[in-house]
């Protein structure tokens, strides 16, 4: 945050502005609705962790700012960016608007290059950002369920070993056992539960079929509750 002249408008809006977004705040000492209103903007855009910043104008302070943005009353709020206004409001504003105003200006986080490569998918790109981060995730997941898929399974099994178990690579464990699901897996599904409360093996291949199916699956939901009311 920092209180800004007519002098110092220049460098610390117009050209701060083309580095980082910077919030303009007009306000005066006699006007009650500034006194409500600059506290959240100085909560919001602290919570931007310096991604958006904040700058104070007193208009009586500073007739060449008050007029070079045409201010007809206060509090009045403009968002300057690359040297431009790009968005403003007049008046006081709740928390919940606020926070929508200083949103909208928050740059989207760069995508790191082990995402970029993660992204594009194919083992040579997931290989290369295992390079660069060995546990990351979704690029272990990722490469784990290619090399399975493509049948070296001891390795996209042994690759899964370098991060804690989850959902996911529960599922791609089940993949590897089963190899996979086809168009009839509810037929087989219904085979396996005939023997699942007396057979071990039927068990795991009937639960290890549910976990290649997901959560999102509207069949998984069915047939755990068909398993439940077979074993309970």
Known sequence: ????????????????????????????QWCGPCKQLTPILEKVVAETNGA??????????????????????????????????????????????????????VPAPAQSEVERLVAI?????????????????AAVTALAELLVSQGEV????????????????????ALARTGGIGDD????????????KTDDEARRKFLDLLEVLGPDDPRSALWRRKLSAVLF
């Open 121 to 137: 998918g194919d083992e040579e790109s997931l290989v290369a950002a295992l390079k660069l981060e060995p546990d990351n995730p």
């Open 1 to 28: 945050m920092a209180d800004v002249t007519d002098s110092t408008f220049d460098r610390d809006v117009v050209q701060r502005s083309k580095t980082i977004p910077v919030v303009v705040d007009l306000w005066a």
């Open 185 to 196: 897996v509810e037929e087989t599904l219904a085979e396996l539960l005939a023997t699942v």
């Open 52 to 105: 958006v910043e904040l700058a104070k104008v007193d208009i009586d302070a500073n007739p060449a700012v008050a007029q070079a943005f045409k201010v007809q009353s206060i509090p009045a709020v403009y968002a300057m960016v690359d040297g431009q206004a790009v968005d403003g409001f007049m008046g006081a504003q709740g928390e919940a608007q606020v926070r929508e105003f200083v949103a909208r200006l």
């Open 154 to 173: 001891d390795t996209g099994l042994e690759l899964l070993e370098r991060i804690p178990e989850s959902a996911e690579t529960r599922r791609i464990t």
